[in-house]
């Protein structure tokens, strides 16, 4: 019995630190609009993952120990984070937002059935009713609901996709070896670094600057401290930390809640104007977390009981 208090603890620990992820990312689109605004896309992802690769650097003792399908699992999982960051901020780049915040939503909609593909383990149905009220608040939440697919789509979308198989890749990773989350992260976060520097050095030259100074842009600075330790940092151990004892779909629909967050930031400090329709399906999408967040079947034994 106190096992399973622990575990459930545990889980509800997973469960606010993955909501604390949905808010801490849904206000980094502001931020990094902020900061791209000294510097570019590859440079900023480069100068971001670099920091955070070497601040968990001493993580990277416990691949010693390691398996050689864990260290391929886990170097499968940052490629595939960085197939992310480059289709969503390329992406972006191509089509409009509203457009962006649907597709990207979809990976709600794909990680069960990866998961089902990938990890063998079929949703529940109140798993899929959920997936699906936060697919309808994602579509009320990109605006008028007017929808032209474009060029730019095709890389959201592949970037939702990539979304939900990093969840089931990374869940595979922490199932089946004893790797503690800091490493993964650490991992990922280097091969995100070392990629992005990759890709400007043979594809974007232009993409590397010279550095803004720090006494001259404090601005710039704040926003890569705050990109490097809540956004990477706290949200890719929590993200893993979370993995490890949860579904990937369970885990999809608590991350689902961040176009919510990022929307009500964007109201609250970047002054953007949100319609009726927008608030409504925000709360479809938090909605759709909390659904996937209780525990419905404890819930009605515990009532039973009661």
């Not at 609009?33 to 968990?56: D, E, M, N, Q």
């Amino acid at each position: 019995m106190p096992r399973q208090s622990q575990q459930e603890r545990l889980l509800l620990m997973s469960d606010l630190m993955l909501l604390a992820v949905a808010v801490v990312w849904g206000t980094s689109y502001g931020v990094v609009k902020s900061a791209l605004a000294f510097y570019p896309v590859l440079g900023l992802l480069a100068l971001r993952f670099g920091i955070t690769f070497v601040l968990l650097s001493p993580a990277l003792r416990h691949l010693r120990s390691a398996d050689f399908r864990a260290l391929r699992g886990v170097t499968l999982a940052g490629a595939l984070l960085l197939g992310i960051y480059l289709c969503e901020t390329f992406g972006i780049l191509l089509t409009r937002a509203a457009n962006a915040a649907f597709l990207i939503s979809l990976c709600v909609v794909l990680t069960p059935l990866v998961e089902w593909w990938m990890l063998k383990r079929r949703p529940s149905r109140v798993e899929w009713i959920a997936v699906a009220l936060s697919l309808l608040g994602a579509w009320l939440l990109a605006g008028d609901g007017t929808f032209a697919f474009n060029p730019g789509d095709a890389l959201i979308l592949a970037a939702a996709l990539l979304r939900a198989l990093i969840v089931c890749v990374t869940k595979r990773v922490m199932r089946d070896s004893a790797l503690p989350p800091l490493s993964v992260t650490a991992v990922q976060s280097g091969v995100v670094a070392f990629g992005s520097a990759a890709a400007a050095w043979l594809f974007a030259a232009g993409q590397w600057r010279p550095l803004p100074s720090l006494a001259g842009h404090p601005a710039f600075w704040g926003y890569i401290v705050y990109l490097v330790l809540a956004c990477t940092l706290f949200a890719f151990f929590a993200q893993n930390f979370a993995i490890k004892r949860s579904s990937p779909t369970r885990v999809s629909l608590l991350m689902g809640s961040e176009p919510a967050f990022g929307a009500l930031f964007a109201w609250l400090w970047l002054g953007e104007r949100i319609s009726l329709t927008a608030w409504i399906g925000g709360a479809m999408i938090v909605a759709a977390s909390v659904l996937a967040t209780v525990r419905w079947r404890a819930w009605r034994v515990s009532a039973a009981n009661a």
